[in-house]
C-alpha cells in the first residue's frame, strides 16, 4: 500500500543545532516533493521544493535533499531558533499536471532555548 | 498582495444538514485545491479546480463537492453531514498548479458538526 512518513511525531533539539526531519515514502514515484511548515490554527506554508532529478536544495538556514532509491527527502534547519518551532510537513505529487498532494503526517519541532 | 481568503473562519452545524464554504485565491491564481485535515488522517486532498474544471480528485465520497468560477474564486460543499466531517478545510491557489508553482494556502475554516 501506499505510505508517506516522517521521522518521529515530535522532535526537541537545543538552539543553535541542527535540525533533521525525515520523509520516507513507499510505493509512490513522485514528480517532486514540497516541505511546509505549519504553526497552530493556520494553514501550511510553503517552503522549499525538490523535483525527482535534483539531489539537494538550499534556501538560507534550509536545505533538503531528495534520495530517490531511499525514497527518501531530508530536510535540515541549521542554526535552529525557538521561532523555528512548529510542524513541518512534506508533500508529493506523482505528476506534473495539476495539483494532487499527499501529505505526511507531520513533525512537531520544539527548539528550545 | 492579499493572500488565500476563506470565509467562514469558524462554523458549527448540525448532522445532517450541508455547508458550502468559499474561497479566494490569490490575484492572478487559476488553481485552487481543497484539503481537510484532523489529527487523525492529517492533511488529505480533495480536490483541485484550475480553469472552472475539476483536474484532480482525491478519495472521498460524492457529498464533497466543489466549483470555480472565472474569477477563480471556489466554493465547496458537503452535503449530509456527519460527525467525521468536523475539521479544518484549507484551500490552496497557485499560479497553475503543478510542479514549479508553489502552493499558497489560507487560514482555514474550521468546521463542527455535532
Known amino acids: 500500500s501506499q505510505k508517506i512518513e516522517q521521522n518521529s511525531e515530535a522532535l526537541n533539539i537545543q538552539e543553535g543545532k541542527t535540525a533533521t526531519l525525515t520523509c520516507n515514502y513507499t510505493n509512490y514515484s513522485p514528480a517532486y516533493l514540497q516541505w511546509y511548515r505549519q504553526d497552530p490554527g493556520r494553514g501550511p506554508v510553503f517552503l522549499l521544493l525538490i523535483r525527482e532529478n535534483e539531489k539537494e536544495k538550499r534556501k538560507e538556514r534550509l536545505k533538503v535533499t531528495f534520495d530517490t532509491t531511499l525514497k527518501q527527502s531530508l530536510f535540515h534547519i541549521t542554526a535552529s531558533q525557538p521561532a523555528d518551532s512548529a510542524t513541518y510537513l512534506c508533500a508529493l505529487d506523482e505528476d506534473n499536471y495539476g495539483q494532487n498532494f499527499v501529505f505526511g503526517p507531520g513533525t512537531r519541532l520544539s527548539v528550545l532555548p | ?114
Not at chain 2, 7 to 12: K, M, Q, S, V
Open chain 2, 1 to 114: 498582495k492579499a493572500g488565500v481568503t476563506q470565509t467562514p473562519r469558524y462554523l458549527i452545524k448540525t448532522r445532517g444538514q450541508q455547508v458550502t464554504l468559499s474561497c479566494s485565491p490569490i490575484s492572478g491564481h487559476r488553481s485552487v485545491s481543497w484539503y481537510q485535515q484532523t489529527p487523525g488522517q492529517g492533511l488529505q486532498f480533495l480536490f483541485e479546480y484550475f480553469s472552472e474544471t475539476q483536474r484532480n480528485k482525491g478519495n472521498f465520497p460524492g457529498r464533497f463537492s466543489g466549483r470555480q468560477f472565472s474569477n477563480s474564486r471556489s466554493e465547496m460543499n458537503v452535503s449530509t453531514l456527519e460527525l467525521g466531517d468536523s475539521a479544518l478545510y484549507l484551500c490552496a491557489s497557485s499560479l497553475t498548479g503543478g510542479q514549479n508553482t508553489e502552493a499558497f494556502f489560507g487560514q482555514g475554516t474550521r468546521l463542527t458538526v455535532v
